[in-house]
């Protein structure tokens, strides 16, 4: 499998972020790792191998961003406000530098995003506010709540535009319209060990019924009682889903 890494830098930042990049062509998939993951957190937990069968066919090439949680969502010293505002650069290098990179490997193909607990928080809350670059998002055991997240300080803009609970309730008019002919959504989750405890199943439920109020496409699959919040779990919805859009 070909596979190799890229340092983009961020004007916004003056730093530079890693993406691992798998397979030689295929449908261009955005992966997010868990909190506070590094960019081959996804190959270091079999989550390359799950789906090795689509890389190596051409069907599929993966993209896999580090993540910048340590300094925003889970830099809990700082008040909700500035955990959004620093989220905000973040996704300016997602937006700005990783598309830009993506869109000069593969094309204008359609960028697909995906992540596991943080992570899926990462690629629904891009889908919803992008969905001109990220149409289709795939979400495994998310908890897209940022206020959840030992939050604290006042809640300002910043943290309702990146707060899917907070803005999908408010969307309405063209912007609307559009997203439901343009978004496609599926929140997965499993119903075992830490699932709760994360609140990633109650999360995930609330997400579906808040798209469903809207009328924005989704689908919701709860696995089973035994299948907990951890790699494996992803492992096996990743290799069972993404083959469908593939």
Sequence with gaps: MRHYAVDLRSPATGAAGTVAVYGHWGRPVL????????????????????VGDLIGAGRVKL????????????????PLEERARRHEVYERWIVE??????RADTGDAEIMVTGVSLGAYHALNLALRRADLFPLALCLSGNYDPTTWRGWGERGDAVYFHNPVDYVPGLHGEHLDWLRSRLSVLLVCGQGQWEDTTGALASTRRMAGLLAEKGIRHELDLW???????????????????????
Excluded: I, K
Excluded at 67 to 77: G, L, M, N
Excluded at 97 to 102: I, L, P, S
């Design 31 to 50: 992966a997010f790792p868990s909190e506070g993951g590094r960019a081959w957190e996804f190959a270091d937990n079999g989550m390359v191998g799950a």
């Design 63 to 78: 993209y896999c961003a580090e993540s910048f949680d340590a300094a925003t969502w889970s830099a809990a010293h700082l």
């Design 97 to 102: 530098e990783v598309v830009a990179h993506v």
């Design 224 to 246: 089973g009682h035994d299948v907990p919040h951890d790699w494996p779990s992803w492992r096996a919805q990743l290799a069972h889903h993404l083959p469908r859009f593939c």
